[in-house]
């Protein structure tokens, strides 16, 4: 009504508000796609705005967008115009796979927004080996960081020659520009999935039914999760899973060649897991010899150990007795970047290799140590109930924990007290339990009926 109003259109104060590139950098990684060519259509300004700056498409999710998933059935042409188009033509595997990415890429090179495309995400998409290939290897292509964690249809073994092949000697001066690739943990899901999917879609509720079957039980369950999920978030000052006593890492198990691989990429491209550095893959400091400890027919306990993924997160107190460890731990900011895992959530208003590896403290204090193994470096001297460990310094595994549980069992149980054998007091972790806390717990809840020595 009044000449007050005249200039506030909706679309004008939200143009001039996003135009502001600051403002533009930490809102438009909380939209869809959908949602920023939505807003793209409601004025010429905002229109020339999602088209032009160069931060509108810096963080690019594409695992919500709906044409970049594979339709189920490869015949059915109805609607799925790239694949119309190419009816006629021979499609291998992978291209089939790749289409509708493909197809999503084209389009942003069209409007000439891919090259601005600096973190993208594909976590749970189909994502075969060769448009890795073409997103890490193409000019057309600008990506830092890169998410491919659950993707289908991806094969492994081709990926790893891939990362060799893109990070090998005689590579051109200024490539891969990927520093960083999220594959190995758990995609995040997004806030809604979190809250409102049903309890048994989770994967870890294979326990027999009945034992949790009460709604009492089940909050209860809930609440202790979330406050021992609080618990390590309190005692590890950060929130991040890889500094916290997180335990076991990973997912799925990898094949061996992903160690080689990662050692490969060293210092050219990270990703969100890390070498174990424990001193038996060090040839310098394991125990290297062809005879067997002890005639015993097993290896040295402490034997040259080839590269390995460091699969547990042991939190930031380090060895139980020395509150360190002999390869001293990683810390940000002081390590090299090839020791520091990249942490999720994924940075939304960064796409450097350092805002992906650095934790949040919760107090704003210095960053946590790091503390990381692969599970051959920790056999026999990390409890998995309390995650308490002991390093190499300050115990000596002997070569009864590599036996069985079996032959461990009897060798306890028949074995003095006190004399040349080992005696219980002198062994701390048992069965993956430490003997003086977590296995007597175990003993007193089984006493009576099949307990190990009931
Ligand atoms: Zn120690
Ligand atoms: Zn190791
Ligand atoms: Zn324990």
Sequence with gaps: MGPLIVDASPSHTLADILSNSLVLRQTTPYLPVASIYALAATSKALHHIVNHAPDVFRYLDLSTVQSAIVPYEPLDSGGISWRAERMDEALTEDEWYSGPLLGIFSKLQRRHVLQNVQTLVLDGLSVPADLVREIIGEDRFNVRILSIRE??????????????????????????????????????????????????????????????SSQGAQIGAEWNHKSSE????????????????????????????????????????????????GPRHDPGRAFVSNSDSEGSGLPHPASYLSPAIATVALGPHGCEQCQSCPEDPAVFGQSPASQLPLLSPIPLHSSSLRAAQMPHTLDGSASPPLFVRCEDCLKGRWCERCHKWWDEDCYTVSTIAQRTELQQTEYMENAPLDGAAPSKQSIKVHMGLCVNNCLVGEMMAGAGSNGMWG
């Design 151 to 212: 993707t289908q249809h991806l094969n492994e073994r081709k990926l790893l020659q891939l990362l060799r092949y893109a990070v090998r000697p005689s590579r051109p001066a200024g490539t891969p520009r990927v520093k960083g690739i999220y594959f190995f943990g758990k995609r995040e899901q997004p806030p809604l999935l979190v809250e409102h999917a049903p309890k048994k879609k989770n994967s870890r509720s294979s326990s027999p039914k009945g034992v949790m």
């Design 230 to 277: 609080a618990l390590s978030t309190a005692l590890a000052r950060t929130t991040d899973k890889w500094y916290q006593c997180s335990g076991r890492m990973m997912p799925k198990r990898l094949s061996l060649e992903w160690a080689e691989t990662l050692k490969a990429c060293e210092g050219i491209i990270a990703f969100d897991a890390v070498l174990c550095r």
